[in-house]
């Protein structure tokens, strides 16, 4: 063996358990280090914690019902202003469509990315399933995995769609300013392709390398850790108080000699198996004088009730809701919920299907557009909101006096079809004239005015 060749393979060595290191120290952090907190946040939060679920269920279940669309780009500058009144005005649902409707061309016929998206994205899940799942590991974990399968042709044009679960996915770095080259199962020795796997997430912003690699999002629960082991602690509490009691005092013999231990032990254990939910309010029999020293508070006194609406309120600012709707009893009005469950949507709703949107038009999109060979774009339908629709009544209200727009705008404002041509010139109320008008003098003012009280026209007019 020649000594270029002895070279060449010492560096192959070396650099390569360099590099199998490297993943492996990035690895081994995120299991033991941010990963283990998201098992934590799964196990501790939503399967454990009434609030948490409550609440991450509301925004997921809301969102895995929104339908999504595929349309056809047909004006590039029509769409990023559209793009950008889906964050800063949401709820225009009318100015929204205008928009839409200026920049995308709706493909009408059944197309795989439909099917997969309001369908079914594979053979054991539905889309609703599929869009609920997508939502709540985000909400839970700061991040969502998906895995794409595509024909062996054209390997990115995925037909396929399957949730990794995002607190057991492992992101093998490719380098401080690359994308991961690959993804991991925990319990899977098989490393994913990166091109075939859909990374959305929270901004993180530790950076500190390794233990904290940027690329894996921030749980929002991470910061409400301590209100999560408040309020469960608390809801533990009264859990056990409910059943056992708790230690409320210590029980002494009152005069003559002390008890031995052997005695106290024996008393102990007959106050045990009285104990228990089964005996609340007995009476237990002694046979010699006992004192009593109280050292317990019960969950009213120690302030446990109280605090439980403060970690939920804590826990709907963390994830932008309105405790209004999680009949938070100081905040519960009817006003308070209609706002509240309508800034829930805004807020909280629409922010996760914009990531959605926009991480399909991202990584699900080029495959296909490559294959048809056109331009599109994944939209989502956020009309079926009744939280977002306008208030009928209101409107017709106000629509009926506002003289000044045509009876065809008016029907157009309430999503009716437009009349004749003849409603298309606003109707004037009679009340109403310009400034400065000839007064029609062959209308008796003079009697008009007669009927209502002694005022004199003349006067009314040199005053006009």
């Known amino acids: 063996m020649g000594l270029v060749t002895k070279f060449k393979n010492f560096l192959a060595t070396t650099l390569g358990g360099m590099v199998s290191k490297s993943n492996y120290v990035y690895m081994h952090n995120m299991i033991h280090g941010q990963l283990q907190n998201t098992i934590d946040f799964i196990k501790k939060a939503y399967q454990m914690n009434a609030d948490v679920y409550s609440i991450t269920s509301w925004i997921a279940g809301k969102g895995s019902l929104v339908p999504f669309t595929l349309s056809e780009v047909v004006d590039d500058a029509a769409l990023n202003k559209y793009k950008a009144m889906c964050v800063t005005q949401p709820d225009n649902l009318k100015e929204l469509a205008k928009l839409r409707t200026k920049a995308l061309k709706v493909v009408e016929k059944e197309h795989p990315i439909l099917r997969m998206l309001n369908k079914a994205p594979n053979d054991y899940m539905t889309a609703s399933e599929f869009k609920f799942g997508w939502i709540l590991y985000r909400l839970l974990t700061g991040n969502t995995f998906l895995r794409g399968f595509g024909p062996e ?29 690959a993804y991991k199962l925990t319990w899977d020795p098989e490393e994913i392709p990166g091109e075939q796997v859909s990374h959305s ?95 317990g508070e019960s ?62 038009n991202l990584w699900l999109v080029p495959g296909w557009e490559k294959a048809d060979k056109k331009k599109y774009f994944i939209d989502y339908d ?83």
């Open 153 to 181: 042709a054209q390997p990115d044009k995925f037909v396929e769609l399957h949730i990794l679960p995002a607190h057991l996915t492992v992101p093998l770095g490719g380098g401080m300013y690359s994308k991961p080259r």
């Open 299 to 360: 969950p009213v006194d120690l302030g446990i009730l109280e605090s439980l609406p403060v970690s939920l309120r804590g826990l709907c600012n963390i994830f932008h809701m309105n405790s209004a709707i999680f009949n938070d009893p100081e905040n519960k009005t009817y006003n308070n919920m209609t706002e509240a469950r309508k800034a829930g949507i805004t807020d909280a709703v629409i922010p996760e299907l914009i990531a959605f949107r926009d991480q399909m």
């Open 382 to 464: 956020a009309t079926i909101f009744a939280e977002l629709q306008a208030n009928l009544k209101e409107m017709a209200e106000w629509l009926n006096t506002a003289w000044w727009l045509t009876p065809n705008e008016k029907r157009e404002q309430m999503d009716y079809e437009a009349l004749d041509s003849e409603f298309d010139v606003p109707f004037i109320p009679s009340t109403v004239a310009p400034l400065g008008a000839e007064v029609d003098e062959s209308v008796d003012f003079q009697k008009a005015y007669d009927m209502i009280g002694n005022i004199d026209y003349e006067d009314t007019r040199q005053t006009r």
């Open 201 to 295: 997430r929270y901004f993180n912003p530790d950076f500190e390398w390794p233990s904290n690699p940027h690329i894996i999002g921030q749980a929002p629960l991470k910061a409400a850790a301590n209100l999560v082991h408040q309020s469960n602690s608390a809801n533990e509490y009264m859990s056990y108080a409910f059943e056992f009691g708790g230690m409320s005092g210590i029980l002494y013999q009152d005069g003559g000699s002390d008890l031995t231990d052997p005695q106290r032990d024996a008393l102990q254990a007959h106050i045990d198996s009285k104990s228990g939910k089964q005996n609340a309010k007995q009476i237990l029999a002694a046979n010699t004088k006992m004192g009593w020293i109280k050292i």
